[in-house]
């Protein structure tokens, strides 16, 4: 593709992102393909001579949108939000243009100090204390797992990595039993073995029991297992509870136990004053993780990784061999001695670019928005006889379920796994749902870039609608 044919192509998918944001309530929201429906579109084989852009542009209209499911969407309440923003998107056009690899100051300056910067920035924006270091990773799961291996290297005094685990097996990491998939899946991989990550009890409002956690740690050490790690969700998946870090923390001080705070989906909120009660107690914490990728208008990949000392994480992960020695080594940043992969996008920039274009007022005014908008609807629920809120309702989460008058509990399961295929079928809306307290719930967020409280209103009528559709048609073949 020459330079001419580039610039015409790449007006035209500017125009196409342009009028895809204008119009994108009118597609589906969640994709309606059936599986293997896509491949079916696409030929076996790749082509031996080249083809035109138009043509994959075409076929990218044609085949591949039809199965998109529409995250950008100010209809879509499902999973979390995966939020973009044009200017993220911008910026993520300069960083493929320029393609550099950011492991090494030396392998772009301006990659290695935009990022110091902008973890910084990002560490004031939070209310993060003073002396975290941050860098930027791929994802929430990679940088719990570098909290993990890095908790197993200090209490291994750093033989881990070199001897291979010998305390392995008994090793130990605390969590809640609402702590997200991949502090499991880091436990495997970081050689404590799955096992070892033990399950506390949660309290009411579904946040981790501190006297549970003590007791477990002091079982344990009877036991003679070693206690390694704890992680502290802020927003968890299911309901978005928050562990109290100020009793958590003092209870692994006092045990010398690593940590770890997955605020992946909450943190954001810590840009909001009103909201730092979250992070009471955060002077506790060895590492914090938040995705920007997630609540902060920056499009996926950007997961922002703060550590207390940032020496550890680098004993942990550094590795020397000759053709990554460089002169200016020990003055600057070398990130890949920061995380596990060793090659890494420029990410700094379309953070730059979201925080300069929004402001963090600007920022602030729409994390505030989406929370009002959550706290709102589940006002509207709880106002409704036929409607129940199932979880408290701190950040952009509202779980709740449909249950009329006597109705037991199965059939209520039934009729709202019902309610919430036939809602995402109408392509309208899409929301997704979860266990709580083991009975199926309706789980709606509140937080897509662009939603508002129209959007939020037409989605509560539409499921009104269908419930109340849905459980007369249930009741009429009750009666036949
Ligand atoms: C989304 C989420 C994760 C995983 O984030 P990735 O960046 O997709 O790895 C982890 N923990 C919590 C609480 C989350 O909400």
């Known amino acids: 593709m020459d330079s001419n044919e580039f610039r015409r192509q790449g007006h035209a998918i500017v125009e196409w992102i342009a009028?895809?944001?204008?119009?994108?309530?009118?597609?589906?929201?969640?994709?309606?393909?059936?599986?293997?429906?896509?491949?079916?579109?696409?030929?076996?084989?790749?082509?031996?001579?080249?083809?035109?852009?138009?043509?994959?542009?075409?076929?990218?209209?044609?085949?591949?949108?039809?199965?998109?499911?529409?995250?950008?969407?100010?209809?879509?309440?499902?999973?979390?939000?995966?939020?973009?923003?044009?200017?993220?998107?911008?910026?993520?056009?300069?960083?493929?243009?320029?393609?550099?690899?950011?492991?090494?100051?030396?392998?772009?300056?301006?990659?290695?100090?935009?990022?110091?910067?902008?973890?910084?920035?990002?560490?004031?924006?939070?209310?993060?204390?003073?002396?975290?270091?941050?860098?930027?990773?791929?994802?929430?799961?990679?940088?719990?797992?570098?909290?993990?291996?890095?908790?197993?290297?200090?209490?291994?005094?750093?033989?881990?990595?070199?001897?291979?685990?010998?305390?392995s097996g008994r090793l130990r990491i605390y969590v809640s039993t609402q702590t997200h998939s991949s502090v499991e899946k880091g436990a495997g991989v970081a050689g404590f073995g799955r096992d070892n990550m033990v399950r506390v009890e949660v309290r009411n409002d579904f946040s981790i029991d501190p006297e549970a956690l003590e007791r477990a740690i002091e079982k344990d050490i009877a036991a003679g297992y070693i206690p390694c790690c704890a992680v502290a969700t802020m927003g968890t998946t299911g309901t978005t509870a928050v562990d109290p870090l100020r009793p958590v923390g003092e209870i692994c001080r006092k045990h010398g136990v690593w940590l770890h705070v997955d605020a992946a989906l909450g943190g954001t909120a810590l840009l909001l004053p009103e909201m730092r009660w979250m992070s009471d107690g955060i002077e506790y914490a060895d590492s914090f993780v938040f995705n920007p990728h997630k609540w902060m208008f920056t499009n996926f990949d950007c997961s922002a990784y703060f550590v207390r000392d940032a020496a550890s994480l680098i004993r942990t992960f550094e590795i020397l061999p000759e053709y990554l020695k460089t002169r200016t080594r020990g003055q600057v940043n070398d990130y890949r001695d920061w995380g596990i992969p060793l090659g890494r996008r420029f990410r700094a920039l379309k953070l730059w670019a979201v925080i300069r274009s929004y402001g963090v007022e600007g920022l602030q005014s729409m994390i505030r928005e989406h929370i009002r908008l959550a706290k709102m609807l589940a006002g509207l629920i709880e106002a409704d006889n036929d409607f129940e809120l199932m979880a408290p309702v701190p950040l952009n989460t509202v779980c709740f379920r449909y249950r009329p008058k006597d109705m037991g509990d199965e059939e209520t399961d039934r009729l709202n796994e019902k309610i919430n295929h036939a809602l995402n079928d109408t392509g309208k809306i899409y929301l997704t749902h979860t266990k709580v307290h083991g009975r199926y719930v309706l789980r709606m967020v509140t937080a897509q870039t662009n939603v508002t409280e129209r959007h939020v209103l037409q989605a509560w009528e539409l499921i009104k609608e269908c419930a109340l559709s849905l459980s007369s048609q249930d009741r009429a073949v009750d009666i036949d």
């Open 19 to 167: 009028r895809y944001y204008e119009n994108i309530e009118q597609y589906p929201v969640k994709s309606r393909v059936r599986p293997g429906e896509i491949m079916k579109a696409l030929p076996e084989l790749p082509p031996s001579g080249s083809e035109s852009f138009d043509r994959f542009l075409k076929d990218f209209d044609e085949i591949i949108l039809p199965g998109i499911t529409h995250w950008q969407s100010p209809d879509f309440f499902a999973y979390f939000p995966a939020n973009s923003s044009p200017p993220s998107v911008l910026a993520e056009m300069l960083t493929s243009a320029l393609g550099a690899q950011c492991m090494l100051w030396e392998t772009s300056p301006s990659a290695a100090e935009l990022e110091e910067r902008m973890m910084g920035w990002l560490r004031v924006m939070t209310g993060l204390p003073d002396g975290f270091e941050g860098v930027i990773q791929d994802s929430a799961s990679s940088a719990t797992l570098a909290a993990l291996i890095t908790a197993r290297e200090k209490i291994t005094g750093f033989r881990s990595n070199r001897e291979g685990l010998r305390e």
